[in-house]
């Protein structure tokens, strides 16, 4: 390996890393506001379908959202029988939690303005020029990967 090889590499971890902390910071101020958003909804009945957009509320059992936690902890008992006979008496324990998730997207051939995310990334902090200015290629971003995900999401509320 050459030392300019070397010398790019180094520079490409350096940069990676720089990057990395404005945007896991940005992530994290995200992921605690979703929460709060959510609580904040609040909509008679189990459901509310808008002109753009729709959520909806249910009530799952603990259990109905963790199959592949179920065979994680079955693995983990079979490695350490002692400990899985404590983890399955604790998640027995507690089995019959439920759990309420708000379901939320955009209805077909809606789409949300840019000033809709504008504004969240006003709250964010961005002035209005930087947000203006991060605005398309975030969205090129978020359009790529919606497309394999799916758009109908979900959030934990209770």
Known sequence: MTNETLERQVIALVAADRIEIPVSSLSGKLKRMKPKLAQA???????????RVYV????????ESARTMREAIDYFAEQFPRHGKVLNGLIEETRA???VNMYFGVNPGC???SDDY???MANLGFTEAQARNLY???????????KKRG?????LVG
């Open 151 to 155: 758009e109908e999401r979900k959030i």
């Open 41 to 51: 909804i609040s909509f008679p009945g189990n459901s509310y379908l808008g002109e």
């Open 56 to 63: 909806r509320v249910e009530t799952e059992t603990a259990t």
């Open 111 to 113: 789409r949300l303005t």
């Open 118 to 120: 504008l504004g969240v």
């Open 136 to 146: 398309e290629p975030l969205m090129d971003t978020s359009r790529a990967i919606s």
């Open 97 to 99: 939690a439920k759990e």
